[in-house]
Protein backbone atom coordinates (compact mmCIF):
# COMPACT_ATOMS: atom_id res chain seq x y z
CA UNK A 1 0.00 0.00 0.00
CA UNK A 2 1.13 3.70 -0.33
CA UNK A 3 0.00 7.21 0.78
CA UNK A 4 -1.59 8.97 -2.38
CA UNK A 5 0.92 11.71 -2.95
CA UNK A 6 0.46 15.28 -5.01
CA UNK A 7 2.88 15.76 -8.10
CA UNK A 8 6.35 17.33 -7.29
CA UNK A 9 6.95 20.83 -8.13
CA UNK A 10 10.43 21.18 -7.81
CA UNK A 11 12.30 19.49 -11.54
CA UNK A 12 15.85 17.54 -11.12
CA UNK A 13 18.58 18.10 -12.56
CA UNK A 14 19.47 16.60 -16.23
CA UNK A 15 20.88 13.02 -15.19
CA UNK A 16 21.54 9.76 -17.47
CA UNK A 17 18.82 7.38 -17.37
CA UNK A 18 21.09 4.80 -16.08
CA UNK A 19 24.85 4.86 -14.36
CA UNK A 20 26.43 1.84 -13.63
CA UNK A 21 24.44 -1.39 -13.99
CA UNK A 22 25.50 -4.05 -11.28
CA UNK A 23 25.14 -7.74 -12.02
CA UNK A 24 24.31 -9.94 -9.23
CA UNK A 25 24.09 -13.68 -10.28
CA UNK A 26 21.33 -13.40 -12.61
CA UNK A 27 20.00 -9.86 -12.03
CA UNK A 28 21.00 -6.32 -13.86
CA UNK A 29 19.86 -3.71 -11.40
CA UNK A 30 19.77 -0.21 -12.95
CA UNK A 31 19.29 3.39 -10.93
CA UNK A 32 16.85 5.47 -13.42
CA UNK A 33 15.20 8.98 -13.65
CA UNK A 34 12.53 7.98 -15.45
CA UNK A 35 11.71 11.77 -15.88
CA UNK A 36 13.96 11.53 -18.58
CA UNK A 37 12.45 8.91 -19.94
CA UNK A 38 8.52 8.95 -20.51
CA UNK A 39 8.32 5.13 -21.88
CA UNK A 40 10.27 3.69 -18.77
CA UNK A 41 8.11 5.59 -16.36
CA UNK A 42 4.83 4.03 -18.04
CA UNK A 43 6.94 1.06 -17.50
CA UNK A 44 6.91 1.34 -13.97
CA UNK A 45 3.19 2.65 -13.75
CA UNK A 46 2.14 -0.25 -15.48
CA UNK A 47 4.19 -2.49 -13.10
CA UNK A 48 3.16 -0.65 -9.92
CA UNK A 49 -0.56 -0.61 -10.90
CA UNK A 50 -0.24 -4.57 -11.34
CA UNK A 51 0.96 -5.08 -7.69
CA UNK A 52 -1.51 -2.66 -6.63
CA UNK A 53 0.46 0.55 -6.11
CA UNK A 54 0.63 3.77 -7.61
CA UNK A 55 3.30 5.86 -8.98
CA UNK A 56 4.45 8.67 -6.89
CA UNK A 57 5.66 12.09 -8.90
CA UNK A 58 7.76 12.66 -5.45
CA UNK A 59 9.99 9.60 -5.76
CA UNK A 60 14.24 10.97 -6.54
CA UNK A 61 15.25 7.47 -8.59
CA UNK A 62 14.17 4.42 -8.81
CA UNK A 63 16.09 1.27 -8.86
CA UNK A 64 14.75 -1.53 -11.74
CA UNK A 65 15.15 -4.79 -12.70
CA UNK A 66 14.88 -5.66 -16.33
CA UNK A 67 16.67 -8.54 -17.73
CA UNK A 68 16.03 -8.84 -21.19
CA UNK A 69 14.85 -5.85 -21.29
CA UNK A 70 11.30 -6.71 -19.24
CA UNK A 71 10.86 -4.71 -16.49
CA UNK A 72 10.00 -7.28 -13.53
CA UNK A 73 11.32 -5.04 -10.47
CA UNK A 74 11.35 -1.55 -9.25
CA UNK A 75 12.05 0.20 -6.17
CA UNK A 76 12.25 4.17 -5.38
CA UNK A 77 13.91 6.56 -3.01
CA UNK A 78 12.71 10.05 -2.12
CA UNK A 79 15.56 11.83 0.13
CA UNK A 80 15.29 8.95 2.68
CA UNK A 81 12.39 7.33 2.07
CA UNK A 82 12.11 3.45 0.54
CA UNK A 83 9.12 2.94 -1.20
CA UNK A 84 7.27 1.91 -4.76
CA UNK A 85 8.28 -1.14 -4.19
CA UNK A 86 7.33 -3.89 -6.81
CA UNK A 87 8.31 -7.72 -8.27
CA UNK A 88 6.34 -8.96 -10.85
CA UNK A 89 4.16 -11.92 -9.67
CA UNK A 90 6.03 -14.69 -11.56
CA UNK A 91 9.33 -13.65 -10.54
CA UNK A 92 8.71 -13.09 -6.24
CA UNK A 93 11.23 -14.97 -4.35
CA UNK A 94 13.61 -13.90 -1.53
CA UNK A 95 16.87 -13.39 -3.90
CA UNK A 96 15.10 -10.81 -6.35
CA UNK A 97 13.72 -9.41 -3.13
CA UNK A 98 16.24 -8.61 -0.70
CA UNK A 99 18.96 -7.97 -3.68
CA UNK A 100 16.58 -5.10 -4.90
CA UNK A 101 16.28 -3.58 -1.30
CA UNK A 102 20.10 -3.95 -1.15
CA UNK A 103 20.58 -1.77 -4.18
CA UNK A 104 18.11 0.76 -3.03
CA UNK A 105 19.85 0.91 0.66
CA UNK A 106 23.19 1.30 -0.70
CA UNK A 107 22.39 3.81 -3.20
CA UNK A 108 20.50 5.94 -0.37
CA UNK A 109 23.74 5.56 1.23
CA UNK A 110 25.70 6.67 -1.58
CA UNK A 111 23.16 9.98 -1.12
CA UNK A 112 24.39 10.48 2.29
CA UNK A 113 21.10 8.90 3.97
CA UNK A 114 21.63 6.44 6.75
CA UNK A 115 18.89 6.60 8.44
CA UNK A 116 15.91 5.37 5.96
CA UNK A 117 12.09 4.70 6.32
CA UNK A 118 10.26 2.37 4.36
CA UNK A 119 6.72 1.97 3.61
CA UNK A 120 4.89 -1.28 3.01
CA UNK A 121 1.99 -3.04 3.54
CA UNK A 122 1.53 -4.85 6.65
CA UNK A 123 1.73 -8.19 5.91
CA UNK A 124 5.38 -7.22 4.34
CA UNK A 125 6.50 -6.28 7.56
CA UNK A 126 7.98 -10.00 8.52
CA UNK A 127 9.85 -9.95 5.28
CA UNK A 128 11.51 -6.78 5.93
CA UNK A 129 12.54 -7.00 9.73
CA UNK A 130 14.68 -9.37 8.29
CA UNK A 131 16.18 -7.45 6.13
CA UNK A 132 16.98 -4.95 8.94
CA UNK A 133 13.82 -2.54 8.97
CA UNK A 134 12.01 -2.35 11.91
CA UNK A 135 8.24 -1.18 12.73
CA UNK A 136 7.20 1.73 13.81
CA UNK A 137 3.55 2.08 13.20
CA UNK A 138 1.26 0.54 11.31
CA UNK A 139 -2.51 1.64 9.90
CA UNK A 140 -4.24 -1.32 9.92
CA UNK A 141 -5.01 -2.69 6.42
CA UNK A 142 -3.72 0.11 4.95
CA UNK A 143 -0.02 0.73 5.49
CA UNK A 144 2.71 0.43 7.86
CA UNK A 145 6.01 2.80 8.39
CA UNK A 146 9.49 0.67 8.85
CA UNK A 147 12.82 2.44 9.48
CA UNK A 148 16.25 0.77 9.73
CA UNK A 149 17.55 1.00 13.32
CA UNK A 150 15.76 -0.57 15.93
CA UNK A 151 16.89 2.65 18.91
CA UNK A 152 15.93 5.62 16.72
CA UNK A 153 12.85 6.40 17.68
CA UNK A 154 13.72 5.30 21.09
CA UNK A 155 16.43 7.09 21.10
CA UNK A 156 14.66 10.47 20.10
CA UNK A 157 11.96 9.43 23.00
CA UNK A 158 14.45 9.13 25.68
CA UNK A 159 15.46 12.33 24.95
CA UNK A 160 12.29 13.87 25.22
CA UNK A 161 11.87 12.27 28.43
CA UNK A 162 14.40 14.96 30.11
CA UNK A 163 12.22 17.39 29.26
CA UNK A 164 8.70 15.86 30.76
CA UNK A 165 7.00 17.73 33.52
CA UNK A 166 4.80 16.49 35.95
CA UNK A 167 0.79 17.54 36.18
CA UNK A 168 -2.73 16.52 35.46
CA UNK A 169 -2.59 18.78 31.88
CA UNK A 170 0.02 18.61 30.38
CA UNK A 171 -0.44 19.78 26.63
CA UNK A 172 1.29 20.15 22.97
CA UNK A 173 1.47 22.26 20.15
CA UNK A 174 3.15 21.22 17.30
CA UNK A 175 3.40 24.27 14.32
CA UNK A 176 5.37 25.23 11.38
CA UNK A 177 5.19 29.10 12.13
CA UNK A 178 5.81 29.71 8.10
CA UNK A 179 6.06 32.07 9.36
CA UNK A 180 5.38 33.40 13.58
CA UNK A 181 1.90 35.40 13.30
CA UNK A 182 0.21 36.66 15.82
CA UNK A 183 -2.20 33.72 15.66
CA UNK A 184 0.99 31.35 16.69
CA UNK A 185 1.56 33.60 19.81
CA UNK A 186 -2.42 33.70 21.03
CA UNK A 187 -2.75 29.46 20.79
CA UNK A 188 0.39 29.39 22.95
CA UNK A 189 -0.87 31.92 25.69
CA UNK A 190 -4.41 30.38 25.41
CA UNK A 191 -2.90 26.59 25.26
CA UNK A 192 -0.52 27.40 28.31
CA UNK A 193 -3.34 29.19 30.46
CA UNK A 194 -5.13 25.82 30.25
CA UNK A 195 -1.75 23.73 31.10
CA UNK A 196 0.35 22.33 34.00
CA UNK A 197 2.74 22.87 31.36
CA UNK A 198 2.91 22.88 27.31
CA UNK A 199 5.03 21.72 24.92
CA UNK A 200 5.85 23.38 21.63
CA UNK A 201 6.94 21.81 18.54
CA UNK A 202 8.53 23.57 15.89
CA UNK A 203 8.27 21.45 12.46
CA UNK A 204 11.81 20.53 11.50
CA UNK A 205 11.08 19.73 7.70
CA UNK A 206 13.10 22.85 5.71
CA UNK A 207 10.52 22.77 2.68
CA UNK A 208 9.00 25.84 3.89
CA UNK A 209 8.98 29.50 2.67
CA UNK A 210 10.77 30.57 5.56
CA UNK A 211 13.78 28.52 6.47
CA UNK A 212 13.59 26.31 9.53
CA UNK A 213 16.34 28.00 11.32
CA UNK A 214 14.57 31.34 10.93
CA UNK A 215 10.80 29.53 11.82
CA UNK A 216 12.66 28.20 15.06
CA UNK A 217 13.76 31.44 16.06
CA UNK A 218 10.74 33.68 15.46
CA UNK A 219 8.77 31.44 18.06
CA UNK A 220 11.58 31.24 20.33
CA UNK A 221 11.67 35.29 20.13
CA UNK A 222 7.57 35.07 20.03
CA UNK A 223 6.98 32.76 23.11
CA UNK A 224 8.94 34.31 25.25
CA UNK A 225 7.66 34.91 28.63
CA UNK A 226 4.80 32.58 28.77
CA UNK A 227 5.14 30.63 31.49
CA UNK A 228 5.12 27.00 31.79
CA UNK A 229 6.26 26.45 28.04
CA UNK A 230 9.12 24.10 27.17
CA UNK A 231 9.98 24.64 23.07
CA UNK A 232 11.45 21.84 21.38
CA UNK A 233 12.90 21.26 17.50
CA UNK A 234 11.01 19.21 15.45
CA UNK A 235 12.71 16.17 13.92
CA UNK A 236 11.63 13.39 11.16
CA UNK A 237 8.95 11.90 13.21
CA UNK A 238 6.86 14.69 13.45
CA UNK A 239 4.78 16.71 10.44
CA UNK A 240 7.74 15.40 8.20
CA UNK A 241 8.18 13.66 4.61
CA UNK A 242 8.47 10.53 6.11
CA UNK A 243 5.33 11.12 8.29
CA UNK A 244 3.68 13.37 6.33
CA UNK A 245 4.51 14.68 3.27
CA UNK A 246 1.51 16.17 1.45
CA UNK A 247 1.51 18.64 4.21
CA UNK A 248 4.63 20.35 2.51
CA UNK A 249 2.56 20.22 -0.96
CA UNK A 250 -0.34 21.88 0.66
CA UNK A 251 -0.27 25.44 -1.33
CA UNK A 252 -0.12 23.86 -4.75
CA UNK A 253 -3.36 22.65 -3.95
CA UNK A 254 -2.46 19.03 -4.82
CA UNK A 255 -4.20 17.84 -1.19
CA UNK A 256 -5.41 14.50 -2.30
CA UNK A 257 -6.55 11.81 0.08
CA UNK A 258 -3.16 12.33 2.43
CA UNK A 259 -2.47 9.98 4.94
CA UNK A 260 -2.54 11.60 7.98
CA UNK A 261 -2.35 8.92 10.60
CA UNK A 262 1.29 7.65 10.12
CA UNK A 263 2.03 10.79 11.67
CA UNK A 264 -0.94 10.98 14.27
CA UNK A 265 0.05 7.27 15.60
CA UNK A 266 3.71 8.29 15.66
CA UNK A 267 2.48 11.22 18.20
CA UNK A 268 0.38 9.09 20.25
CA UNK A 269 2.09 6.05 20.41
CA UNK A 270 5.96 7.48 20.94
CA UNK A 271 6.18 11.20 21.38
CA UNK A 272 2.88 11.78 23.74
CA UNK A 273 3.98 9.16 26.24
CA UNK A 274 7.41 10.30 26.95
CA UNK A 275 6.39 13.89 27.66
CA UNK A 276 3.11 12.71 29.50
CA UNK A 277 1.16 14.82 27.31
CA UNK A 278 -2.16 14.67 27.68
CA UNK A 279 -3.83 17.17 25.29
CA UNK A 280 -3.17 18.59 21.67
CA UNK A 281 -4.07 22.22 20.98
CA UNK A 282 -4.43 23.63 17.43
CA UNK A 283 -5.62 26.32 16.12
CA UNK A 284 -8.93 26.06 14.01
CA UNK A 285 -8.75 26.03 10.83
CA UNK A 286 -10.63 27.75 7.82
CA UNK A 287 -8.35 28.29 4.86
CA UNK A 288 -5.99 25.49 4.44
CA UNK A 289 -7.82 22.13 3.31
CA UNK A 290 -4.22 19.80 4.20
CA UNK A 291 -5.07 21.93 7.94
CA UNK A 292 -8.16 21.33 8.37
CA UNK A 293 -8.06 17.67 7.13
CA UNK A 294 -5.51 17.43 9.75
CA UNK A 295 -6.84 18.79 13.02
CA UNK A 296 -9.95 16.23 12.25
CA UNK A 297 -8.02 13.22 11.75
CA UNK A 298 -6.44 13.86 14.79
CA UNK A 299 -9.93 13.40 16.62
CA UNK A 300 -9.91 10.23 15.52
CA UNK A 301 -6.54 9.03 15.84
CA UNK A 302 -5.21 10.59 18.80
CA UNK A 303 -8.85 10.14 20.71
CA UNK A 304 -11.00 7.39 19.09
CA UNK A 305 -9.04 5.05 18.15
CA UNK A 306 -8.03 1.38 19.51
CA UNK A 307 -4.10 1.97 19.68
CA UNK A 308 -3.21 0.37 23.36
CA UNK A 309 -1.73 3.36 24.15
CA UNK A 310 -3.12 6.52 25.83
CA UNK A 311 -5.57 8.65 24.28
CA UNK A 312 -4.94 12.58 24.39
CA UNK A 313 -7.71 15.14 23.99
CA UNK A 314 -7.78 17.06 21.14
CA UNK A 315 -8.54 20.84 22.04
CA UNK A 316 -9.41 23.61 18.80
CA UNK A 317 -8.92 27.04 19.93
CA UNK A 318 -10.91 29.60 17.70
CA UNK A 319 -8.04 31.42 16.10
CA UNK A 320 -7.73 35.15 17.05
CA UNK A 321 -8.34 37.99 14.18
CA UNK A 322 -7.79 41.37 12.78
CA UNK A 323 -9.95 43.35 11.81
CA UNK A 324 -12.18 41.14 11.55
CA UNK A 325 -10.39 38.31 9.90
CA UNK A 326 -8.69 35.45 11.41
CA UNK A 327 -4.90 35.90 11.51
CA UNK A 328 -3.38 33.84 9.15
CA UNK A 329 0.22 32.46 7.67
CA UNK A 330 -0.91 31.92 4.25
CA UNK A 331 -1.87 35.41 4.25
CA UNK A 332 1.38 36.65 5.44
CA UNK A 333 3.14 34.60 2.50
CA UNK A 334 0.19 36.23 0.09
CA UNK A 335 1.30 39.60 1.04
CA UNK A 336 4.68 38.70 1.05
CA UNK A 337 4.23 37.80 -2.51
CA UNK A 338 2.73 41.20 -2.53
CA UNK A 339 5.39 42.75 -1.01
CA UNK A 340 2.95 44.28 0.70
CA UNK A 341 4.90 45.15 4.52
CA UNK A 342 1.96 47.52 5.80
CA UNK A 343 -0.56 44.81 5.45
CA UNK A 344 2.01 42.31 6.99
CA UNK A 345 2.45 44.07 10.44
CA UNK A 346 -0.79 43.78 11.70
CA UNK A 347 -0.77 40.26 11.37
CA UNK A 348 2.86 39.45 12.82
CA UNK A 349 4.64 40.29 15.35
CA UNK A 350 8.14 42.97 15.36
CA UNK A 351 10.62 39.89 15.24
CA UNK A 352 8.88 38.17 12.32
CA UNK A 353 8.53 41.59 10.18
CA UNK A 354 11.76 42.73 11.23
CA UNK A 355 12.68 39.01 9.59
CA UNK A 356 10.66 38.94 6.61
CA UNK A 357 11.39 42.60 5.50
CA UNK A 358 15.65 42.19 5.97
CA UNK A 359 15.77 38.84 4.12
CA UNK A 360 12.67 38.39 2.37
CA UNK A 361 11.81 41.63 0.90
CA UNK A 362 13.91 40.80 -2.51
CA UNK A 363 13.40 37.23 -3.00
CA UNK A 364 11.37 36.17 -5.69
CA UNK A 365 9.10 33.32 -4.70
CA UNK A 366 7.92 31.03 -7.31
CA UNK A 367 3.95 31.23 -8.13
CA UNK A 368 1.87 29.38 -5.42
Not at 231 to 254: D, I, N
Request: aromatic share 10%.
Amino acid sequence: MHMERPERFDVLPPAPLWSNPIVLDDFEFLTVDPSADPALQAEIRALLAKCGLDYEDGIDVFVICRPQGRLIACVGLEGNIVKCAAIEPDCRGESLSLKLLGEVVHLAVERGHSHLFLYTAPENQTFFRGCGFYPLVEVPNYVSLMENTPVGIRSYCNKLKTERKEGATIGAIVMNANPFTWGHQYLVAEAAKACDWLHVFVVAEDASRISYRDRYRLVELGIRGIDRVTLHHGSQYMVSRATFPAYFFKEKGMVGHCCTAVDLLLFRNFIAPALGVTHRYVGTEPFCPTTRKYNEDMKYWLQAAETGTPRVTVIEIPRTAVMGSPVSASEVRRLLDARDFDRIEALVPPATLELLYEKYRTVCFPPA
